[in-house]
């Protein structure tokens, strides 16, 4: 069974529309991110979220937005899609106070048009 | 945030060891050294931690100086397979993970 699974994997939209991503963890763990890796490679934390608080980084566009339905789920919602938003987002999740290591999804490569 | 310095490529050759050095100048008391693998259009996967000494699994190992300001990276016998991207990151407890460039690791035949 997969421990972090991203859907879709594939994602090809045009400017302006509005779209999400979703992501679930059967690990058990209690803190879920989303990472964005652009075309230099470099991955960049966009927003850490458990059921207590929402950490955002402050270079993430408004138009980006978390949604946890439940401390399984992280779903990625973008408004308005950009050009620049053209990426590979990567979700994770990790245990606070527990083991330190990240279990990463596969992916969703998103391409704007 | 913490900021670590590694080479940005590595050249090896299958059956050879590899060693990718990391520095961490900055690296504060509670903090861990933390490495990842990732492979092409894959998410980065968990290799190995270390706070000081050596540390070894099935994977590679860790060594860490004293001083904690610097990190290696220790992959015995690499095979083709092991061409990937190598992140180090200091990591401490409830932060979350940042990741620099990385270390791509060519290994030929």
């Known amino acids: 069974d997969t421990a972090v699974s991203q859907t879709p994997k594939y994602l090809v939209t045009q400017m302006g529309n509005d779209k999400s991503i979703k992501c679930e963890q059967n690990?058990?763990?209690?803190?879920m991110y989303w990472y964005k890796q652009d075309s230099k490679k470099f991955l960049k934390i966009m927003f850490s979220y458990n059921n207590k608080e929402l950490i955002i980084n402050e270079t993430v566009p408004n138009r980006f937005s978390p949604k946890s339905p439940d401390k399984a789920h992280l779903n990625l919602h973008i408004n308005s899609l950009e050009l620049g938003d053209s990426a590979v987002y990567f979700c994770?999740?990790?245990?606070?106070?527990?083991?330190?290591?990240?279990?990463f999804g596969s992916g969703t490569r998103l391409t704007v048009v | 945030l913490a900021k670590t310095t590694q080479p940005i490529s590595m050249d090896s050759y299958e059956g050879q060891e590899v060693n990718i050095t990391c520095s961490h100048n900055n690296i504060a008391t509670n903090d861990y050294i933390t490495w990842y693998q990732q492979f092409p259009s894959q998410g980065p996967r968990f290799i190995i931690q270390g706070y000081k000494t050596k540390v070894t699994n099935e994977v590679a190992s860790l060594f860490i100086p004293a001083d904690r300001k610097s990190s290696t990276l220790s992959l015995p016998r690499v095979s083709l397979s092991d061409t990937a991207v190598y992140y180090c990151?200091?990591?401490?407890?409830?932060?979350?993970?940042?990741f620099g460039g990385g270390t791509r690791l060519m290994v030929k035949p």
């Open positions: 690990l058990g763990h209690d803190t």
């Open positions: 994770a999740s990790s245990q606070r106070g527990g083991s330190y290591g990240y279990t």
């Open positions: 990151l200091q990591l401490y407890k409830g932060n979350m993970l940042t």
